[in-house]
């Protein structure tokens, strides 16, 4: 069985930075497209970015291009999301997800990942 912990999420202020961990236990880590997905209090949840299977491509959304960048380090099973210049609108419970199946590459979709970490907490004051 698969499982992410999430860790790194606090309390920045604007225009700060945070680095978020994701570390992963269970299946061989590097053969598997993982993502992080983020939830604001009353909103859905909603894509971030993702990287794929092979480490070669990278997805991001409109709203933290730039910004944001997702990273691996396989040796240690662990995905990582740099985040610089944030903003208030950041704020959120951050999710790392993996997908189940192998070699699929990076999906801005919630519902193709199957494994889930329980969340960081992150809140940018202004």
């Known amino acids: 069985q698969v499982q992410l912990v999430e860790s790194g999420g606090g309390l920045v202020q604007a225009g700060g930075s945070l680095r978020l961990s994701c570390a992963a236990s269970?299946?061989?880590?590097?053969?598997?497209?993982r993502a992080w997905f983020r939830q604001a209090p009353g909103k859905e949840r909603e894509f971030v970015s993702a990287?794929?299977?092979?480490?070669?491509?990278?997805l991001y959304a409109d709203s933290v291009q730039g910004r944001f960048t997702i990273a691996s380090d396989n040796a240690k099973n662990t995905i990582y999301l740099q985040m610089n210049s944030l903003k208030p609108e950041d704020t959120a419970v951050y999710y790392c997800?993996?997908?189940?199946?192998?070699?699929?590459?990076?999906?801005?979709?919630?519902?193709?990942?199957?494994?889930w970490g329980q969340g960081t907490q992150v809140t940018v004051s202004s």
């Open positions: 997800a993996q997908r189940q199946v192998a070699y699929r590459d990076a999906s801005y979709m919630a519902d193709d990942y199957h494994y």
């Open positions: 990287l794929s299977w092979s480490g070669g491509r990278t």
């Open positions: 269970g299946r061989t880590f590097s053969i598997y497209s």
